[in-house]
């Protein structure tokens, strides 16, 4: 099972960073972290795609939640 979130936070300066992380919850190893200050749709699904081929096609269940 793969359990994909995404955080929010700020800089010293103020200014907004997004934050995309992806994990094994078996393992609990890191299979994709992405911080930028803006993150398209396109660029995580580019990201996806190189992580679930890297670490063996797609998993059998994605989890995430559907938060605020």
Do not use: C
Not at 24 to 33: A, C, V
Not at 39 to 49: K, S, Y
Not at 52 to 57: D, I, K
């Amino acid at each position: 099972m793969v359990a994909v979130d995404f955080s929010f936070d700020s800089t010293i300066d103020g200014k907004a960073i997004r934050i995309a992380s992806m994990i094994d919850e078996h393992t609990r190893q890191s299979l994709l972290k992405i911080v930028e200050r803006s993150i398209t749709a396109q660029r995580l699904t580019d990201e996806h795609g190189k992580a679930f081929a890297l670490w063996g096609g797609l998993p059998l269940v994605l989890r995430m939640d559907n938060g605020p």
